[in-house]
Structures are given as C-alpha cells and as structure tokens.
C-alpha cells in the first residue's frame, strides 16, 4: 500500500485560494492515478479531480475552471490548486493512489466562509 499525507488546509473567504499537497511514499512515477476526493458532512465521497500517469486529468464539473490538479516527481506530490473557492467547497478533502489497490490520506479540513 502507499502511504499518503495531506497537507495545506484551512480557512478561507469566499473567492480565496487555497493550495492542498499530497506526498507519497513511492514514487509517484509508480503510481497509476492519483486524485483528491472530498467529503462534506452527511453527503457521500465524491471525486474532485485526479491525474494518471501520463498526465490526464479528470475534474468534477462544480471545480471545472477553479481547480487544477497537478504533480511533481522531484518531491513526489500531487497538488491541487483551488481558486475562486465557494462555502459549498467546503469539506474534508482526502488524496487516493491507485496501484495495485487502492490508498486513501488522512484527510484534510477545508472551510470557506466569511
């Protein structure tokens, strides 16, 4: 399994910015797809982005022109950009490695509100 950790949460007004990290424990040349996935209160996981390894990506339409997905082999991570945040953004947002199976972060808070 890969071990993953989230980083970069936090409170944010609306229209803000926020930069989410995800470091691996195994290169993420090794690994088939990554993505973020979100979890607001009483709703299900949904995913929000995710990139394979030959760079595709794939966004959720509600983040579609705010978010971007991205990843650095030289500190093995996978970021995601978020702009324009909105409170409906507002969730616990997790990373996921695919290879061989599947792996999830811990998890990290993010709240936008004024």
């Known amino acids: 399994q890969v071990q993953l950790v989230e980083s970069g949460g936090g409170l944010v007004q609306p229209g803000g910015s926020l930069r989410l990290s995800c470091a691996a424990s195994v290169s993420i040349f090794r690994i088939d797809y990554m993505a973020w996935y979100r979890q607001a209160p009483g709703q299900q996981r949904e995913l929000v982005a995710g990139?394979?390894?030959?760079?595709?990506?794939n966004y959720a339409e509600s983040v579609k022109g705010r978010f971007t997905i991205s990843k650095d082999g030289a500190k093995n991570t996978v970021s995601l950009e978020m702009n324009s945040l909105k409170p409906e953004d507002t969730a616990v947002y997790y990373c996921y490695a695919n290879r061989y199976s599947g792996s999830w972060g811990q998890g990290t808070q993010v709240t936008v509100s004024s």
């Open positions: 990139i394979t390894t030959g760079g595709s990506t």
